[in-house]
């Protein structure tokens, strides 16, 4: 099993290539680790924050994926600031897969897999920028 570092860091890897595909996104950065966004990205002239959570695995018992859309266990406030992402990417290591979606006010959110192993996300994220745009 990977360490936790490299598992968020191929989260994070995964969705800037996703997010590199977008047509008008001209810059992709992967923010180093502590901030609150993993990734900063431009598009048509604005910046936008990008959280990327990333599971390793599936909950057998309900078939389905759980993210936790807090900070992690060591921050002192674990919620997110409001406006202080704009998306986030959740990253299926099993499925090699991201579910792009707006800040929730949930602390955590499940996905099925069958969702999750057949959502097309370059269209998924190209509806997010759409919508936060």
């Known amino acids: 099993m ?4 490299s598992v968020g860091d191929f989260g994070e890897y995964l969705a800037a290539a996703y997010l590199s595909l977008v047509n008008e996104i001209t810059t992709v950065l992967i923010v180093p680790h502590g901030a609150s966004a993993d990734i900063i990205f431009e598009y048509k002239l604005n910046l936008y924050r990008c959280q990327v959570k990333t599971a390793t695995k599936i909950e057998k018992a309900r078939l389905n994926w759980r993210f936790d859309l807090r900070r992690g266990l ?3 406030n674990r919620t997110y600031k409001r406006h202080s992402i704009d998306l986030f990417a959740l990253v299926s290591l099993g499925h090699k897969n991201v579910v792009f979606m707006l800040p929730q006010t949930k602390n955590q959110i499940t996905i099925s897999d069958e969702h999750m192993k057949n959502n097309d996300a370059l269209k998924n994220l190209q509806n997010i920028i759409s919508e936060i745009n």
């Open 2 to 5: 990977a360490n936790p570092k």
């Open 74 to 76: 060591h921050a002192k």
